[in-house]
């Protein structure tokens, strides 16, 4: 990825950040593009077997969960581009140093609400409270109350857990994301030009 002509006088944990960021979105467009192409292929086999009066009972919770899936992914794609959503109502108003002050500011709560979602994640799953009881899930439940290790989905029968489980690696792209934002707004870090997906060409 192409950075802009800036300086060579950034901190090295800096570039590291955003490298780190970088890769991570790589990954996410990667990502991003099974899970549609499994999201439509899921729809168009229950079309087919559904008009053929066969239909897989499965198909329609195995489509909701590429859709959450996919959700996240394009979430946190959409906040490394920077292509969210956002109220410019405020900042069309002001001059450019205090518009970059608002962005970096707005960045700033993005990652601290980021963190604070890694923090209820971390808490939520409580790997250490599970790998206390020796992973095992019943005796887990049984002393927390905590059900996720041993409940699962309806027509897949797959543990939630693992359906779960792009909640907390939502949480943690995003704080990345979120700091290898707030590096470049504030100058810290050389800002990365990004290909835009503002159009369905550019998405491709």
Not at 5 to 32: C, M, V, Y
Not at 83 to 106: E, G, M, N, Y
Not at 143 to 166: A, C, G, H, M, S
Not at 168 to 190: K, M, Q, S
Request: one cysteine or more.
């Amino acid at each position: 990825m192409p950075l802009t002509a800036e300086p060579r006088n950034h901190p090295f944990w800096a570039e590291k950040i955003t490298g780190l960021s970088q890769a991570l979105l790589r990954g996410e467009k990667i990502l991003a593009g099974i899970f549609i192409t499994v999201l439509l292929a899921l729809i168009l086999v229950n079309v087919v077997t559904r008009f053929a009066k066969v239909p897989i009972y499965w198909i329609d919770e195995a489509s909701i969960f590429s859709m959450i899936w996919l959700g996240f992914i394009g979430a946190s794609v959409m906040t490394r581009l920077r292509i969210d959503f956002a109220v410019t109502l405020l900042s069309d108003q002001l001059p450019p140093k205090c518009v970059a002050c608002l962005r970096a500011l707005a960045t700033g709560i993005s990652l601290a609400f980021a963190i604070g979602f890694a923090v209820v994640c971390w808490l939520w799953l409580d790997p250490v409270g599970i790998a206390s009881h020796g992973f095992d899930a019943q005796a887990f439940a049984a002393e927390t109350f905590n059900f996720l290790y041993t409940e699962r989905t309806q027509t897949l029968e797959w543990p939630t857990w693992i359906v779960n489980l792009i909640l907390p690696i939502f949480a943690l792209t995003l704080v990345v994301h979120n700091a290898a934002n707030l590096l470049e707004d504030l100058g810290i870090a050389r800002k990365r030009e990004q290909v835009s997906l503002t159009t369905a060409e550019g998405a491709a």
